[in-house]
């Protein structure tokens, strides 16, 4: 159990923009900072970070709240984990018990998954580092590809015993249970019941997610076992899903924010000599065909991907097609490759740190130009070939959604193939007209699903409602100004030198947060829409308990559900600015308004809004009253009228009515 104190020091030490920082690539905008969503596909910015507030607020997906919410939303840890991974980059002290095997039997699955690929990744590196078997055979292969004792244990490699079953036995002496080693795919059972390790005597490469949680291996063979694959993945499971991984992004990711790139290879020892050689920012696909998830991924923190090939062009045509991917997600693509017979990794052992950025900038190619050069080899002019040629350029040129990019490739295609633009323009508005009629032909049939409710009788809905905004903004002004001090205006009754009582108006300061639980209790007023209610009347036990408000410490108790909306509500400045749209709230709030009277409109609103509500239902009744009841009755709406008169001409003018 972590220590309330802990807790407190993570929350206060904690700075929201750097760590979500890791995870998605933010721009300055004003005093806040924006990005890509990382909860949805766009490419429009909809993510909002706020370091003064400390929350941030995803409008895409309507997901906001703290750094630690973010994590766990993100991430998918559990509350301590976040609170661990904090603490961790923080260098924050934090005591945890071990993990004793009745925690482990009540854990749930996929925490429990997780904590068998830890486990297994401690003990490769282990059985690396310790025992005369991983020196001999896993760790002279890692000093033969020269990675040094750093880079070995930075990347956490491992190697995996020769022996049936050596990491299985270790694993169940320790209390991990064998379900959950079979369903990471570490341990196999057969069917006699016999298990064996699936990765015996190979070196390991642990594959971790963005947050550096392990969720699989690759695992290398060393032997010349024809009948065995050289390299071999963890299975697909409950925590890793290889289409959406990149191997070191964990490692790579503040570099590729940092330079604003990211380069792309195919294997394991690319990414980790390239690393150790000084370039950073690369990641790998592990050998799988390149997805529009690990695309995504890469996005929310860099728009430019930089795809590095081997010097061997055999295999360069297949690998290509990953480029479309690239383009459709509106990202710039270069592409380089190295000299004949090199790949990243053995080009990066040969070459100094300096020369090895010089080779990169001098030979990273336009994808136009990449594709022309390696295409025109093949067409060896043949112009059946070359018109084919011109073609693919064309498709990869449509996948590109932004138009004007378009155009420009146009230009280029046309300089380098000379052929005119007029004709590669023609033939792209075929290639896009065909795409938009597939998608249209696509949402059609989706849309026949919902048919049977379009042809249903619509129900008219009001246009706006009136009460949910009220109620909204009173607990915006208790976030946002409920321990600041305000003057307002008392009408107190008071009787003249006649002896006649009258009003007398009479200024008095109060917090906001006691002026609207005043307001609201003298009137008998409650706040209709359920979770409002519940977040007023925590709102207001806060502020009897606490004198000053703080977004860190209150967000910390609340319930996901509840720190969604408040984390909504406090964002909502930040959500016009982001988008640039017109207020729709009944009241404009801008900087220059004085709080006290922001205040006291929005009380006298709700107050109109129900004396409204009371006059229609009056007048609702007229038709099932007798003539007796009909004076009566309009007695009581123009009483109702005159003290909707008194309340507006109290906030200094008259309002037109709501309804």
């Not at 020196?135 to 880079?151: M, V």
Request: glycine residues 6%; negative net charge.
């Amino acid at each position: 159990m972590i220590t309330r104190e802990t807790i407190d020091k993570v929350f206060e030490t904690a700075r929201v923009e750097e760590v979500i920082g890791d995870f998605v690539q933010l721009k300055r905008a004003g005093s806040n900072f924006k990005g890509l969503s990382p909860f949805s596909d766009e490419r429009s910015p909809s993510f909002m970070v706020s370091p003064v507030k400390q929350i941030w607020k995803d409008f895409s997906s309507g997901k906001g709240g703290s750094v630690v919410t973010f994590l766990m939303e993100h991430e998918h840890f559990t509350y301590p984990e976040a609170i661990r991974y904090l603490a961790k980059k923080y260098n924050i002290e934090i005591e945890e018990t071990e993990v004793s095997q009745e925690d482990r039997i009540e854990a749930n699955e996929k925490e429990s998954l997780y904590l068998v690929s830890e486990f297994a990744k401690t003990y490769f590196h282990d059985t690396l580092l310790n025992t005369e078997e991983g020196k001999a055979i896993g760790l002279s292969y890692f000093k033969e590809r020269g990675f040094t004792n750093e880079t070995i244990a930075k990347f956490g490699l491992g190697y995996s015993p020769e022996t049936w079953d050596a990491f299985t036995k270790e694993a169940l002496s320790k209390g991990y249970q064998l379900e959950f080693l079979e369903k990471v795919g570490l341990t196999i059972t057969r069917e006699d019941g016999k298990h064996f390790d699936r990765f015996k005597g190979r070196v390991m490469f642990p594959i971790q997610s963005l947050s550096g949680r392990n969720l699989g291996f690759g695992g290398r063979i060393l032997t010349n076992d024809k009948k065995a694959a050289k390299y071999l993945n963890s299975p697909e499971s409950d925590i890793y899903h290889k289409s959406k991984v990149l191997y070191g992004i964990f490692h790579a990711k503040q570099s590729i924010a940092k330079q604003n790139n990211c380069y792309l290879v195919e294997g394991y020892t690319d990414v980790i000599q390239l690393h150790q050689a000084g370039i950073e920012n690369v990641v790998a696909s592990s050998g799988t065909a390149l997805t529009s998830d690990q695309i995504r991924l890469i996005n929310r923190l860099t728009k430019n991907i930089t795809v590095l090939f081997d010097g061997d062009a055999a295999g360069l045509r297949a690998s290509i097609r990953g480029i479309d991917l690239i383009l459709e997600e509106g990202m710039n693509v270069k592409v380089c490759t190295f000299p004949n017979g090199d790949d990243p990794d053995s080009f990066a052992r040969k070459n100094s740190y300096d020369d090895l950025v010089q080779y990169l900038e001098n030979n990273a190619k336009d994808f136009i130009q990449f594709k022309a050069s390696l295409l025109m080899d093949e067409a060896n002019n043949d112009p059946i070939k070359k018109a084919d040629l011109i073609r693919d350029m064309v498709v990869s040129i449509s996948k590109i959604p932004d138009r004007i990019k378009r155009e420009i490739y146009i230009q280029e295609t046309s300089r380098i193939m000379d052929i005119s633009e007029q004709v590669l323009l023609n033939t792209l508005a075929q290639l896009v007209q065909k795409d938009i009629a597939e998608a249209g032909k696509k949402q059609k049939q989706e849309q026949k699903a919902f048919e049977v409710v379009k042809n249903e009788p619509q129900v008219s809905q009001e246009r706006v409602n009136i009460i949910y905004e009220l109620e909204r903004k009173i607990l915006e002004m208790l976030l946002l100004y409920g321990s600041h001090e305000a003057d307002f205006d008392d009408y107190i009754l008071k009787a003249n030198e006649e002896g006649e009582m009258v009003e007398e108006k009479e200024t008095n300061t109060y917090k906001v947060f006691q002026r609207i639980y005043l307001s609201l209790q003298e009137d008998e007023v409650e706040l209709a829409h359920p979770l409002f209610k519940e977040i007023y009347t925590d709102l207001i036990q806060y502020y009897h308990q606490n004198d000053e408000f703080n977004i860190e410490q209150y967000l910390m108790q609340l319930s996901p559900e509840h720190s969604q909306v408040v984390t909504d509500i406090l964002m909502s400045e930040e959500r016009e600015l982001l988008h640039n749209w017109e207020t729709k709230h009944i009241y404009v709030k801008t900087k220059a308004q004085n709080v006290g009277q922001y205040v006291s409109e929005t009380i006298v609103s709700l107050r109109e809004y129900l004396i409204n509500k009371l006059i229609q239902d009056l007048m609702s009744s007229f038709q099932s009253e007798t003539e007796i009841d009909l004076e009566e009755l309009k007695s009581m709406i123009n009483d109702y009228n005159k003290l909707k008169v008194a309340l507006t001409n109290k906030i200094g003018r008259i309002r037109s009515t709501y309804l």
